[in-house]
């Protein structure tokens, strides 16, 4: 009777199960049983209960159950208690509540159906299953595998994936096979959670012009008739006919059928859990206690006892028999301690009627016995005879109509406390290592590829989605999704968001438009008055900023050797300096800092340390895991790793910090855009193959280099003999692609970078293009000339970013270049000391370009027209500091 919502034609047993007239003897509010109750459920309650059977004495109700879902059996004053919400705003809630239990989009929009056909006819079989924990997902779900197929037929084993899941494939499958050959009978196994109402079920068979039949198989919870040991499960059943009304209409899916759908127990185990937690007792008759007496008391139930079939006999005993024969042993279910092996067994048939003759016809005679029922001679005081279902669509129906339903206060609040774990901004969730078998943590190159997200792509594509929108649709007028506008969050940028969180070991992270964009908001954290302490050998764009776009807030700055850790602990004024800003390696010197220590004296001082990563990228360096706060790493290098797509990237650790780089993310509207994370997002999956190619390359060059007579100096993080090497190799895992080196001769290094033919000439690094610069006339042409020599920065130093080309054609082409540029100034390998060009390397503007006579090194020689003409260069590039400069 308790699962019978909407029959209405049973008015008999109302008194007994404490219906409701409501103007007739057809509205009962008592509510269908929770037929599958997995142990999840126990594990987020509060009060403790036994569990018959099973006896789980630590299992417990939550509290907050107490009200919801409290139709079985409510009070009128119960009734009273609800409160009314919007639709739109309840979907909602149920959508990011089931996110946070980690469905994807495909399965949540199947789970809300099921639950939202239940919730709108009162049944119990509702959305309270997902504060419950009765959608929780079972710790070893995989996907469904079909055992067995035939044209007719199949059996589908869960593989514990939530039983409304299976369910609902299942009753595709029977559809899809009767239409096509008029009969299709499908079986399921190993579900392990609640199916929920059956009567959806078998609508979806009926709507299609079919007769559809659902059964259900549930742990231990009803007595057979005559006994007092539980031994049937709750066992619903629903059925399905379609008919034609006489009006035409139909049910709004399509064909109109007449569904029922009841339990074969005469109370819902979850009732039993509701009215313990209510303190308040059971309707009469419904159950025993352990001895086999009728009890009111739920606990006496809990504690032992069982719940009665629903017409307490032996008809309603064999009905449940019938159920628990055809969806358990017939499909593979568990017999025995159904609830200890959590593996319930489901069954639907679907028939076409036109097997049995002319289906339009056939449906016609249905709907005369309707109308004779409908229109059968009524008791004294009954107002009309109501077929099965018709009450719960009417319901249904009307509260769709007003876009509105009554919620149990509990059971709302339950809902938006779950659904807030998704209200914050986009990246939500934790981080957390993905780990393998036996918990191993996967290689850093396994993440790279899969890695986790929050973000559920319907269709499941092998590649990350692009939502190429401005905007998002929102549930209603007044209720907000979880995007709305993409300046303040996109699915696309939450996904590379996400990946770059686990890859750095962080709270969140960040995409912004560029790396400029990204170290723009990290200054932005210190306010006017406060201090910034960054490097001297640092990215030009990194020196510009701080040199002439902070200190117009108030903010003063200073550059230190970071190599030098007196240096940095003096440059940091007490109370004052509120941000140091490392890079290590330096760019494009390639020195080395220690970020460890760096990090600690930072923090001891009350500042946030801040490490620019862009040269190691989380594949060969972590700062956040050496102590730093704040990881920034420009994308536009190895994230995308094409050079096709500017981008920069945060990674935060700490909650309060992430906030605030959030609000100004979205304030000042610098977040990435969807099709540039997508490309990010598909450079991500070939980083680890690229950077360790082009690491190893660059080993191989920056050996070379340092065996060629020309070369002066090579600058390579992991190169033998490098002054930072030690703390280079206790902090990250290799040398990376980028170097440096000097030739002693700004012309010709020159002639070297223009003479290659696999380098292409230009700014940047990370590509899978080897890539060759002057950095003094190129990328850090912003520093001026004097302070570049007093930070020690040659003007004939040349850049190599190492790409994935072989090693060989790039020493090749290398050595080519360099035959060149020694023929070019006359350079005698066998004798250099002697050669006109080469003097010392020129730090400072005046003596950037070395001659080619003997003695021209010196400044009193006067310049050539070639020396003239790259010092009024390096004058023009200067006066165009405050025009849009390059990278």
């Known amino acids: 009777w308790a699962q019978m919502q909407g029959l209405g034609i049973r008015s008999h047993l109302a008194p007994k199960l404490g219906a409701h007239n409501r103007g007739t003897h057809s509205v009962p509010l008592t509510q269908g049983p929770v037929r599958s109750l997995h142990r999840a459920f126990f594990e987020h309650c509060s009060v403790p209960?036994?569990?018959?059977r099973m006896q789980l004495a630590s299992a417990q109700v939550p509290a907050r159950v107490m009200a919801a879902g409290s139709n079985n059996g409510a009070s009128s004053q119960l009734q009273a208690d609800k409160v009314e919400v919007s639709i739109a705003e309840l979907e909602e809630l149920c959508r990011k509540s089931m996110k946070t239990l980690g469905y994807t989009d495909t399965e949540i929009k199947v789970l809300l159906e099921v639950l939202m056909y239940a919730q709108l006819r009162d049944n119990s079989q509702g959305i309270v299953k997902i504060t419950s924990g009765g959608l929780n997902k079972h710790k070893a779900v995989s996907a469904p595998v079909i055992e067995k197929e035939t044209r007719l037929s199949a059996c589908i084993n869960g593989n514990n994936t939530a039983g409304m899941l299976v369910l609902h494939q299942a009753t595709s499958m029977a559809v899809s096979r009767a239409k096509e050959h008029g009969f299709g009978i499908v079986g399921t196994n190993h579900t392990p959670s609640s199916t929920g109402a059956l009567g959806y079920y078998a609508e979806l068979i009926g709507s299609q012009g079919l007769i559809g039949l659902v059964l259900a198989q549930s742990p231990e919870f009803v007595a057979p008739h005559g006994a007092k040991q539980p031994i049937f499960g709750t066992n619903p059943i629903a059925i399905s006919v379609p008919y034609i009304p006489a009006d035409g209409s139909s049910n709004g899916s399509g064909q109109a059928c007449v569904t029922m759908d009841m339990a074969?127990?005469?109370?819902?185990?979850?009732?039993?859990?509701?009215?313990?937690?209510?303190?308040?007792?059971?309707?009469?008759?419904?159950?025993?206690?352990?001895?086999?007496?009728?009890?009111?008391?739920?606990?006496?139930?809990?504690?032992?006892?069982?719940?009665?079939?629903?017409?307490?006999?032996?008809?309603?005993?064999?009905?449940?028999?019938?159920?628990?024969?055809?969806?358990?042993?017939?499909?593979?279910?568990?017999?025995?301690?159904?609830?200890?092996?959590?593996?319930?067994g489901n069954l639907v048939v679907a028939i076409d009627p036109g097997l049995l003759g002319d289906r339009e016809a056939i449906a016609q005679r249905v709907q005369v016995v309707l109308d004779r029922v409908k229109n059968a001679t009524r008791l004294p005081g009954v107002s009309e005879i109501l077929l099965p279902g018709e009450r719960g669509d009417r319901m249904a129906a009307a509260r769709r109509e007003a876009g509105r339903i009554p919620l149990e206060p509990n059971l709302l609040s339950s809902l938006r406390v779950m659904a807030s774990k998704l209200d914050s901004p986009p990246s939500p969730g934790s981080p957390g290592k993905k780990s393998g078998p036996g918990g191993r943590p996967w290689a850093m190159a396994t993440q790279l590829v899969h890695t986790d997200t929050s973000v559920n792509d319907p269709y499941g594509g092998s590649g990350p989605p692009l939502w190429q929108t401005a905007t998002f649709a929102q549930p209603s007028a007044t209720t907000f999704g979880e995007y709305d506008y993409t300046r303040s969050g996109n699915p696309t940028r939450t996904m590379l968001e996400e990946a770059m969180r686990d890859l750095e070991g962080g709270d969140r992270a960040f995409a912004f438009t560029s790396g400029m964009a990204a170290i723009a908001v990290v200054c932005k954290l210190v306010g006017a008055g406060e201090h910034i302490l960054a490097g001297e050998d640092i990215y030009g764009g990194t020196s510009r900023l701080l040199s002439q776009v902070v200190p117009t807030a108030g903010v003063s700055v200073s550059n230190v050797d970071m190599t030098d850790l007196a240096a940095v602990k003096a440059g940091i004024i007490p109370g004052k300096t509120k941000l140091v800003i490392v890079e290590s390696p330096t760019n494009p010197r390639m020195q080395i800092c220690d970020i460890r220590a760096i990090a600690e004296m930072a923090r001891a001082a009350g500042a946030i340390c801040c490490v620019d990563n862009s040269i190691m990228a989380p594949l060969f360096q972590r700062p956040l895991d050496l102590g730093a706060d704040i990881c920034m790493t420009s994308g536009t290098k190895f994230v995308g790793g094409h050079g096709d797509v500017t981008l920069g990237?945060?990674?935060?650790?700490?909650?309060?910090?992430?906030?605030?780089?959030?609000?100004?993310?979205?304030?000042?509207?610098?977040?990435?855009?969807?099709?540039?994370?997508?490309?990010?997002?598909?450079?991500?999956?070939?980083?680890?193959?690229?950077?360790?190619?082009?690491?190893?390359?660059?080993?191989?060059?920056?050996?070379?280099?340092?065996?060629?007579?020309?070369?002066?100096?090579?600058?390579?993080?992991?190169?033998?003999?490098?002054?930072?090497?030690?703390?280079?190799?206790?902090?990250?895992?290799?040398?990376?692609?980028?170097?440096?080196?000097?030739?002693?001769?700004?012309?010709?290094?020159?002639?070297?970078?223009?003479?290659?033919?696999?380098?292409?000439?230009?700014?940047?690094?990370?590509?899978?293009?080897?890539?060759?610069?002057?950095?003094?006339?190129?990328?850090?042409?912003?520093?001026?000339?004097?302070?570049?020599a007093a930070r020690g920065l040659p003007d004939d130093l040349v850049r190599i970013s190492v790409g994935i080309e072989d090693a060989a054609d790039l020493i090749a082409d290398l050595e080519a270049a360099m035959t060149q540029a020694m023929s070019h100034i006359g350079f005698d390998p066998a004798n250099p000391g002697k050669t006109p060009s080469i003097g010392k390397a020129a730090a400072g503007a005046s003596s950037a370009v070395a001659g080619h006579t003997a003695g021209s090194s010196s400044s009193s020689q006067g310049t050539s027209e070639r020396e003239a003409a790259l010092l009024a260069r390096i004058a023009q590039l200067e006066g165009m500091l405050k025009a849009p400069q390059r990278s």
């Open 264 to 344: 074969t127990a005469a109370y819902a185990w979850f009732g039993l859990l509701e009215a313990k937690a209510a303190g308040r007792p059971i309707p009469p008759d419904v159950a025993l206690n352990a001895e086999g007496l009728p009890t009111t008391d739920p606990n006496e139930v809990l504690g032992g006892g069982a719940i009665r079939v629903f017409d307490r006999s032996h008809k309603g005993s064999n009905l449940a028999l019938m159920v628990e024969l055809l969806a358990g042993p017939l499909v593979g279910a568990a017999v025995v301690d159904k609830l200890e092996e959590r593996n319930w």
């Open 49 to 52: 209960v036994v569990c018959p």
């Open 649 to 788: 990237l945060l990674t935060v650790k700490g909650q309060e910090l992430a906030k605030r780089v959030y609000f100004l993310q979205n304030a000042e509207g610098a977040g990435l855009a969807p099709f540039d994370c997508w490309l990010a997002l598909r450079g991500l999956k070939t980083m680890g193959l690229r950077m360790e190619r082009a690491a190893q390359n660059a080993e191989k060059i920056a050996r070379f280099l340092a065996a060629h007579p020309l070369v002066k100096k090579v600058n390579y993080a992991s190169l033998p003999g490098h002054p930072g090497v030690d703390i280079h190799s206790r902090q990250a895992t290799c040398g990376g692609s980028l170097l440096s080196f000097e030739t002693g001769s700004v012309e010709a290094s020159k002639i070297i970078v223009e003479a290659t033919q696999l380098y292409k000439v230009t700014v940047s690094f990370g590509s899978v293009t080897s890539l060759i610069s002057l950095p003094c006339y190129m990328s850090h042409a912003s520093i001026p000339a004097a302070v570049r």
